[in-house]
């Protein structure tokens, strides 16, 4: 019979190993038909394999759900990310929840990585699947981080899938004309400030305050907080964004610089809010105005297609924009060899010599003037 601190029992014909070590209760099997003391040898073999991790027996992962997971991502990102940038997340992980379900991180393969994004892109998201997969692998290298998982993160090497563009919107000058003739305000200063300083409308236009404006340097702070890439920047404003702001200053008695009133302008209500209601207002006046195919982000496409078209460089463009990279804004370099071509069309259009085909023997084209041609018809 075992004695009392040895760590070993009998069951039967079995000897058994029952200790503690670190905190972990292990119970094992020593062997069948063995006496006492081949059981204490056992034991100790057993003990010291067990210390130095080599037990025979598999140590047991640190996982956890993805449920619990995703909620872990969404405390860090609260804590560390914006309202906006958060309840993006809120809305992708509640996506890749109703495919993953209750599965334990460890059950999350490569394998099972592709068949989500084969399932979203059938399901026709053939832009946001991308950004559904990088929230995926930042949750597992946190998860990897906060030491909670131990693995390689399936999503690290995901192929992303194709993603298409489309055609490049941006206002005529006809077509931004027609478009402030339909707008009535604030919507119709919002349309300026968007156009000739690239802000964002929503986000960082129609957030603005008056202490972000300065007339004398003639420019905008646009804050960290509000700014897509968390980076506060400085844009310059021109004459005709400073007459806008000029003609809205005490407007509203708040801070912002974009208020409605509310009430009964008869009655003298001094009732004013912030300026809500944009993106409805914003859809109407595009009606009226017979605009197919304008958001709100053309504002913005317009502010960097035109600045390109007129010479500016891409650097120029992305810092006045706010573009986290140069690649964002590669899109527009186009513009600039397309507008340059047009422009030697002109001299096409004016020009005087035409080039005739009466030198082909010689090889060499003849030119002759075009006011010559014309009078030998008279």
Request: charged share 25%.
């Amino acid at each position: 019979m075992a004695r009392k601190g040895e760590g070993i029992y009998k069951r039967g014909n079995v000897w058994w190993l029952d200790c503690r070590i670190n905190g972990t209760r292990h119970q094992l099997p020593l062997g069948k038909g063995i006496n006492r003391k081949v059981a204490l040898e056992l034991a100790a073999i057993k003990r010291t394999a067990i210390l130095r991790g080599e037990a025979g027996i598999a140590k047991k992962r640190k996982d956890m759900s993805f449920q619990k997971a995703a909620g872990e991502f969404l405390a860090w990102a609260r804590a560390n990310k914006r309202p906006k940038t958060t309840a993006g997340y809120e809305s992708i992980l509640r996506r890749l929840g109703e495919f993953f379900g209750d599965k334990m991180l460890s059950e999350i393969h490569p394998f099972l990585v592709e068949k989500y994004k084969q399932k979203r892109l059938a399901d026709g998201a053939k832009v946001g699947v991308n950004r559904e997969l990088s929230r995926l692998r930042t949750l597992f290298n946190l998860c990897i981080k906060w030491g909670k998982f131990e693995g390689v993160n399936p999503a690290s090497r995901y192929q992303r899938a194709p993603e298409s563009r489309g055609r490049l919107r941006f206002l005529t000058e006809e077509e931004e004309a027609r478009l402030l003739q339909a707008a009535e305000e604030p919507l119709r200063s919002v349309i300026i400030l968007a156009i000739h300083t690239g802000l964002r409308a929503q986000s960082e236009a129609l957030t603005m305050t008056w202490d972000c404006v300065d007339f004398a340097q003639k420019n905008v702070t646009v804050m960290d907080h509000f700014a897509k890439n968390g980076e506060t920047r400085t844009v310059p404003l021109n004459s005709t964004v400073l007459a806008a702001l000029k003609a809205l200053k005490g407007r509203g008695p708040g801070p912002e610089v974009f208020m409605v009133h509310k009430g009964s302008k008869r009655r003298g209500d001094k009732n004013w809010e912030p300026y809500k209601s944009f993106r409805t207002a914003f859809q109407s006046a595009c009606q009226r105005a017979n605009l197919s195919g304008v958001t709100p982000h053309v504002l913005r496409h317009t502010f960097a297609s035109r600045l390109v078209m007129r010479g500016a460089d891409l650097r120029t463009v992305q810092e006045l924009g706010g573009w986290k990279s140069l690649n964002m804004v590669q899109r527009y370099a186009h513009l600039s060899q397309e507008h340059k071509r047009n422009a030697v069309e002109l001299l096409v259009e004016n020009s005087t010599t035409i080039f005739t085909n009466a030198g082909e023997s010689t090889g060499t084209p003849e030119t002759r003037n075009v006011k010559s041609v014309n009078s030998l018809g008279r």
